[in-house]
């Protein structure tokens, strides 16, 4: 099993030229340590998960990083025009030299979508579908003549027949370009089932064991739809997960400053409604701080306290290729997150591949 990262948290009162460096940082550590991917949202009115432009953090890592894969989750399509972001998205292909993966999203904040002028979620699952139709075919275009019109974008691709190469000069690095993602955190997505039905990788943000496995009967369904067969290695699943070297390390890291306030101050207060059906009985919303999300929620723990979690998960839901672990803004005091990441890369990684192997081949 591959572990990586996914950025999405990054306090407000950090400056962002910090911030990036940070994020930077880490996705350095994240290479040396033997982590295999890094993905970074996209979000433009959330003054907790601020960056706008995730193209910016994978082009700065293509000059400072040499192996581990690089992920725009999501780029949300709505928001952009299609044929412009096609384009940049062969770019960075190249500049990656084939590390790039992407993911395409509707977006899932009203704010942002009022700073657009689109309405959810109805017209931005519509504009998701159209937009990702249209670049898929621009970065199948061998150099064609390509016209299409929707209902919200089109496009007019000249035909690349001329010395001069005034036409559609730009191939992918990766043939037919890179592999998209699509993420979903409903129980049932629809997302997931039209990601299964064209052989997309599907992204979960887990909350609970039953999300997971509901997930994938969902991407299985859509899969079997158009006659493929989905394989658990493609399936990414984004965690809260905290390891130090022992377990009460673990716990105050997960439980300190920075994670407490992006917990407390953000996640918490807008995602409640749906963290509180997740909670394990007895347990009440007005109940939930850094302390319970740490103990009933998130994986936390030594090395081995979070192989057997992790283990005890990817054999309750069936199996998965990718964990994807939270980044947090911990630049002000880096040495136990450091320590995190590399026992995460050293550590967890390779002892989770054993023993999930080893499930595997019982089955």
């Known amino acids: 099993m591959d572990i990586g990262l996914f950025y999405a948290h990054q306090l407000p009162s950090t400056p962002p030229s910090v911030g990036f460096e940070w994020d930077l940082q880490t996705a350095r550590w994240a290479e040396e340590y033997g982590l295999a991917e890094a993905w970074f949202s996209e979000h433009f009115t959330e003054g907790y998960e601020r960056w706008n432009s995730p193209e910016l953090h994978i082009a700065a890592l293509s000059r400072e990083t040499s192996r581990i894969?690089?992920?725009?989750?999501?780029?949300?399509?709505?928001?952009?025009?299609?044929?412009?972001?096609?384009?940049?998205?062969?770019?960075?292909?190249?500049?990656?030299?084939?590390?790039?993966?992407?993911?395409?999203?509707?977006?899932?904040?009203?704010?942002?979508?009022?700073?657009?002028?689109?309405?959810?979620?109805?017209?931005?699952?519509?504009?998701?579908?159209?937009?990702?139709?249209l670049i898929r075919r621009i970065w199948a275009n061998k150099g064609e003549s390509l016209k299409i019109q929707g209902k919200h974008f089109g496009v007019d691709v000249p035909p690349n027949d001329n010395p001069l190469l005034l036409g559609n000069h730009w191939r992918p690095y990766q043939e037919n370009g890179p592999r998209v993602a699509m993420a979903a955190f409903s129980p049932r997505s629809s997302t997931l089932f039209r990601a299964g039905a064209r052989g997309d990788i599907p992204l979960t943000i887990a909350m609970t064991d039953e999300f997971l496995a509901g997930h994938w009967e969902v991407y299985a369904e859509g899969a079997a739809s158009t006659g493929r067969t989905p394989d658990r290695r493609d399936w990414r699943v984004v965690r809260d997960v905290i390891v130090a070297d022992t377990d009460e390390e673990a716990f105050a890291l997960a439980c300190s400053t920075p994670l407490r306030r992006t917990q407390e101050e953000w996640v918490l207060p807008y995602n409640m409604d749906n963290i509180a059906k997740m909670l394990p009985e007895g347990v009440s919303p007005e109940d939930l701080n850094i302390?319970?999300?740490?103990?009933?929620?998130?994986?936390?723990?030594?090395?081995?306290?979070?192989?057997?979690?992790?283990?005890?998960?990817?054999?309750q839901c069936g199996g998965f290729g990718s964990l994807l672990v939270y980044n947090y803004d911990c630049h002000e005091e880096p040495e136990a997150f450091r320590r995190h990441l590399e026992l995460l890369g050293t550590e967890v990684a390779p002892r989770l591949t054993e023993r999930v192997g080893k499930l595997t081949s019982g089955h």
């Open 69 to 133: 894969k690089l992920g725009t989750a999501a780029n949300l399509l709505p928001y952009h025009n299609p044929v412009a972001l096609a384009y940049r998205l062969m770019a960075l292909d190249h500049i990656t030299k084939g590390r790039l993966m992407v993911g395409f999203g509707a977006g899932a904040y009203p704010t942002d979508a009022q700073l657009f002028g689109t309405s959810m979620p109805e017209q931005n699952h519509e504009m998701l579908e159209e937009a990702q139709d």
């Open 291 to 315: 302390e319970a999300l740490a103990y009933f929620q998130w994986i936390v723990g030594s090395v081995d306290t979070v192989v057997d979690r992790l283990a005890a998960e990817y054999e």
